[in-house]
């Protein structure tokens, strides 16, 4: 690789040709280590704080599958969608207005470090495999400090997404286990694909600082879900 970083543009269109992969709710995405595990403790969290939630905010929302578990659990009426790729975003939609007719979904294509979120708008703020695609310190601190901003008093803000790890010999190992991982998943040519588009296109940070920047935008409540090898379910309450 030549250390460039892929551009959104780019991410946008792997994306826009990749639906299918990501419109599963049973299995979630498969390259993710436990995804369906991060997918529900997310949901049973979400509703164990604010059991009477009705606004979501779904940040890359892929295919809809947060949208849809959270539906299994609480009684939203309004559910607002931003991911960048279009067919992801029309594949959300006709999946949750099967589901749910009666919630009414918006949909925004944008990138969440320009999207103009509401103030004090939404219950409950999910962001799955989509954060590791911000960059610079500065991305992280105002997505975070913007998202804690559009959430109600007693919101809720969950994360489910790779991280990395402090430690460079931790790294090294953590990732020779993933790497184990995608290999008897699929084989090893699909392990080099999963860390050929890792390395063009993420720039993830340790679980530790995240909780720590969830802590500076405001958060009260920090807790980690779940964690196993390197991806996290984890969140904080406004």
């Not at 997918?39 to 599958?65: S, Y």
């Not at 991280?163 to 990732?175: I, R, Y």
């Amino acid at each position: 690789m030549d250390g460039r970083k892929s551009t959104t543009e780019e991410i946008r269109r792997r994306f826009d040709g990749d639906v299918e992969r990501f419109s599963n709710l049973e299995t979630g995405q498969s390259a993710t280590v436990d995804a369906p595990v991060s997918l529900e403790l997310i949901a049973r969290a979400a509703a164990g704080v604010r059991p009477a939630a009705t606004t979501l905010l779904d940040i890359g929302c892929g295919a809809g599958n947060y949208s849809l578990k959270l539906l299994q659990y609480l009684p939203l009426r309004s559910v607002t969608l931003i991911d960048l790729s279009r067919p992801m975003l029309d594949r959300a939609v006709e999946r949750i207005s099967v589901a749910a007719p009666e919630v009414e979904v918006t949909a925004i294509q944008s990138d969440i470090r320009e999207a103009a979120l509401p103030a004090d708008a939404f219950d409950v703020a999910v962001a799955a495999a989509t954060l590791h695609h911000l960059r610079a310190e500065e991305e992280w601190r105002q997505v975070f400090g913007g998202i804690y901003r559009a959430l109600l008093p007693g919101g809720s803000f969950w994360i489910a997404d790779l991280v990395t790890h402090q430690s460079a010999a931790v790294q090294q190992v953590m990732w020779q286990r993933y790497g184990e991982y995608l290999a008897a998943l699929k084989g090893s040519e699909y392990r080099d694909h999963v860390f050929a588009y890792i390395d063009a296109e993420d720039t993830p940070r340790p679980l530790g600082w995240q909780l720590e920047l969830l802590v500076r935008a405001g958060f009260r409540e920090v807790d980690v879900l779940h964690k196993n090898n390197c991806f996290s379910a984890f969140g904080g309450v406004k």
